[in-house]
């Protein structure tokens, strides 16, 4: 294999704010390649400060053992997923964005997309992706929601305001709303707050507390009138069981997890313990949005729309219609880089 890689910094259409004042105006990312003859994979990894990720010291690890990456013989992507994991086990956002692009490459190999390597069948039955608000005034919240008419939105919230907000929004839409507090609330404001946002028509609640409040949660899990989505306190396959009874579903980011690979595992690991699976985006352009759409067949709930909320992007292969995504039907990722 011959690998390649580049940085990017993709600008937002609106500066994106979560919970305790976060924004950010562009998402840094690195972009791999992986050829072998003539197929090439890629994969993407965003830098996240949240998670002390840059694409600086992706690049220095990647530097320090690009021989390594690229003298393993791609058989089939697990295999190379586990190595990967063992050369950078410090670095799961690095392992993500080249299991992604060995995935690609594989597929290419296979002439199969990798829906279809995974015995999944594409329908017109699948999930709808989400569209993001992220804090802001009340009115350039409403003013974004109604420059974008969606069937879906992910509000972000972990403010004192957040039942004016939901309030405001909800007199502008009949839109399905799903809540994500990026772990912003407290056991009592969590408890007070989801019976009045169940009241508002909102569908699930993702993170409510804080990661590591594991007695909030089975509290919270007994008494939510809505669903719990674990985000940041369900980040590797380990996290899964843990979750089990505290969340009634589990939210796998490729880029935290590490890759396709340990998704596919999470996925087999939530269902066998009755839960609900979501894909969320780590603001990924259509290259990593491209390998979240071929889980859809797997999945109860998507949050896909980083292309929708960046201003630029680097390829093409995905195709948002109202929430509803459509893929080239190419092998791999089967996407285009522009």
């Not at 199969?112 to 017109?124: A, G, H, I, R, V």
């Not at 039942?163 to 056991?187: C, P, S």
């Not at 590797?236 to 935290?256: A, M, P």
Request: aromatic share 10%.
């Amino acid at each position: 294999m011959i690998l390649n890689y580049s940085a990017s910094n993709l600008p937002f259409e609106y500066p994106f704010t979560i919970s305790n004042g976060r924004t950010k105006t562009h998402q840094p990312a690195l972009i791999v390649t992986l050829s072998v003859g003539p197929f090439k994979g890629v994969g993407e990894a965003p830098a996240i400060t949240y998670y002390d990720v840059t694409v600086e010291q992706m690049i220095a690890d990647l530097e320090s053992k690009k021989t390594m990456v690229e003298k393993f013989a791609l058989t089939e992507p697990e295999r190379y997923w586990h190595y990967l994991h063992h050369l950078f086990p410090k670095n799961p956002f690095l392992v993500c964005a080249l299991d992604m692009a060995a995935w690609d490459l594989y597929g290419q190999m296979k002439s199969k997309p990798l829906y279809e390597l995974w015995n999944t069948q594409w329908s017109d039955q699948l999930p709808v992706c989400d569209y993001t608000i992220g804090i802001d005034t009340i009115e350039k919240m409403v003013a974004k929601m109604k420059a974008t008419p969606w069937p879906v939105y992910k509000i972000k919230l972990g403010t004192d305001e957040d039942i004016a907000i939901m309030k405001a929004l909800r007199e502008h839409t009949d839109a399905v709303f799903r809540i994500d507090a990026n772990a912003g609330w407290t056991t009592e404001e969590a408890l007070e707050k989801i019976p009045q946002l169940a009241q508002l028509g909102v569908e699930l609640i993702e993170q409510p507390l804080a990661k590591d409040n594991w007695e909030g949660m089975k509290i919270l899990y007994e008494q939510s009138v809505l669903p719990l989505i674990a985000d940041e306190s369900c980040v590797f396959e380990q996290d899964v069981r843990k979750c089990h009874q505290h969340f009634h579903g589990i939210n796998i980011k490729l880029t935290k997890c590490s890759g396709i690979t340990p998704a596919l595992h999470m996925i087999s690991e939530a269902r066998s313990l009755g839960m609900k699976v979501m894909m969320g985006s780590m603001n990924e352009c259509t290259i990593g949005s491209a390998a979240i759409a071929h889980f859809l067949p797997q999945l109860d709930y998507v949050d896909m729309d980083g292309p929708l909320l960046l201003s630029e992007d680097l390829a093409t292969g995905v195709t948002y219609d109202y929430g509803k995504i459509s893929l080239t039907g190419k092998p791999g990722l089967g996407i285009t880089l522009q």
